[in-house]
Nanobody, 115 residues
Framework: QVQLVESGGGLVQPGGSLRLSCAASGIKFSINAMHWYRQAPGTQREWVAVITSGGGTNYQRTVKGRFTISRDNAKNTVYLQMNSLKPEDTAVYYC?????????WGKGTLVTVSS
């Protein structure tokens, strides 16, 4: 059974930091690109960042320089380090992967940036 389980969300003040984790099971984690998406209230889900199997990364323009995606293949876990958080980063953050043509999403973790 495939599971992607996000954790690490919470309430943080503007300018603060959070680190999200996504623990994967039931997939060929080390050979899959892993993505983070987010969905703010009343908006469509949007792509945030990707890390390839080889460790290459790419980011949405609005988070580049503030967010860092990384992976630990030994732990089957992908991370999203979020610094200099802004109120507009408030959203539910989801982990996503395409495992051999099968698409999987986690259930998400809520990040709220507010004073």
């Amino acid at each position: 059974q495939v599971q992607l389980v996000e954790s690490g969300g919470g309430l943080v003040q503007p300018g603060g930091s959070l680190r999200l984790s996504c623990a994967a099971s039931g997939i060929k984690f080390s050979i899959n690109a892993m993505h983070w998406y987010r969905q703010a209230p009343g908006t469509q889900r949007e792509w945030v960042a990707v890390i390839t199997s080889g460790g290459g990364t790419n980011y949405q323009r609005t988070v580049k320089g503030r967010f860092t995606i990384s992976r630990d293949n030994a732990k089957n876990t992908v991370y999203l380090q979020m610094n200099s958080l802004k109120p507009e980063d408030t959203a539910v953050y989801y982990c996503y992967t395409n495992d051999g043509g099968n698409i999987y999403w986690g259930k998400g973790t809520l990040v709220t940036v507010s004073s």
